[in-house]
């Protein structure tokens, strides 16, 4: 799906991160250069240390970038997030064991301050959205981990932020899991058409997911290719075994290996 | 049952070795009885009702200390000095005082010790210092410091207690307050939520487990630093008199019969507490 460069929802020129270590400084991202038009679903793939969910906190404001710009909706990250610009989603679910499910949607609805009537409103919309309807009431002890990943996925959705920012957000589910999840977030996303940016280890994962993949290598972190997806917009699960699937999933390997070979 | 079994198993074993001990460390006086009236020791059954039965026994037996403290509840009056009821309402209501104040003192502290990076790292040292100092040392300069400027009674014992109380509190809470992890925190950056609201949703809910189990220890040491600070005050009231006033007059089974009172009473505040710790957790949704 190739979409006409509309406005750059997030834009990186030359971005720079290092941090100071005890062992001398780590170069996180080096000379990243990267435009993410609106309503994308981008992931970023690497190997561990590679810098993409360093690059992933740098949207969120998260990190401080050391050089280079690094605009989210036209604004610097930290004025993005003051206008509630993107929903984070981490690898665990994180959600508070003393809140139930509907409570723990409601955290951030008011912290931000939304009216009684509209978290009650928002709460079920999200729960319907990530098929969670009738587990409000429930404790997160008492829903499967898959369930409890979908609930933070809604909380993140809550406040109608347009960006999407996924951390390996099923990296400890199980693969059948994962893969239903994957279809579920596919749907997600052309209903409420947000820009997605999701951190994988796995090629398959991405390459199903996304309309553009960035592949990075680490020491230093860089990006070393981004592929625009051919696949279509419709995308069933045995999409996986079509040529154009294994020839992506083949590019993304190269990359990964050539990130490997200038080690 | 399967339950009361064991626990019933070892308390007979426990009564059983203390009977032993009652007729070992009485048998000498009942020995020194017998050699200045000039007659026989007595016999084996004679020697032990002669030991489990004295007056003022070294160590008196348990249906002794049973009986005193049968005779010292129930079988008085409240309002008689002698009542262990009335000397262990003064000794519980100044250790609950003292673990109202000890427990505030110590969520303050704790709140200041993660807000405010100066008493991080000057509050825990002076905690652990205070603690380090034999409360029997400092309970009479309480009294006396207490009582030069007009405080006596209830106040200084109930100081003495939260100086005891405060300490497991703060250590538990501070450890509480920083049990989330950095993800929880971030995700509430994320909302760009303020310190306030870090606090209030995440740290302090995060800290109600760790709360009780320093509750749990807080209120024991109360009862200990109440009955400590009786010890000073001249014997006049309390569990801690009592047992004062026991040891002047060689009065041992007063004495066992008192601290018997005060662990039964130990006993009962500490799973007060394990009541309200069960409806509170079950209220968070936390209990399973």
Redesign the interface.
Known sequence: MSQPPSQPVIEAKALNLVFQTADGPVHALKDVNLTIGKGEFVSFIGPSGCGKTTFLRSI???EHPTGGTLRVNGMTPDEA??K?A???V???A?L?????IAGNIR??L???GFSRAEQEERTERVLDLVELKGFGKK?P?QLSGGMQQRASIARALA?DADILLMDEPFGALDEIVRDRLNEELLKLWDRTGKTIGFVTHSIPEAVYLSTKIVVMSPRPGRITDVIDSPLPKERPLDIRDSREFIEIAHRVREGLRAGHADD | MNRILPVLTVVLVIVALWYVAAVGMNRAWVYDQASRAGVEPPGLGGLITATINQERPVLPAPHQVAAELWKSTVGMAVTSKRSLIYHGWITVSATLLGFAMGTVLGVVLAVGIIHNRAMDLSVMPWAIASQTIPILAIAPMIIVVLNSVGLQGLVPKAIISAYLSFFPVVVGMVKGLRSPDQMQLDLLKTYNAGDAAAFWKLRLPASVPYLFASLKVGIAASLVGAIVGELPTGAVAGLGARLLSGSYYGQTVQIWAALFAAAIVAAGLVALIGVAERGALKRMGMAR
Not at chain 1, 96 to 100: A, D, K, S
């Open positions: 969120a404001a998260l997030r003051q509630r993107y929903g984070y981490f690898q665990a994180g508070y064991p003393w809140r139930t955290l951030p008011e912290i931000m404790f002890w406040f």
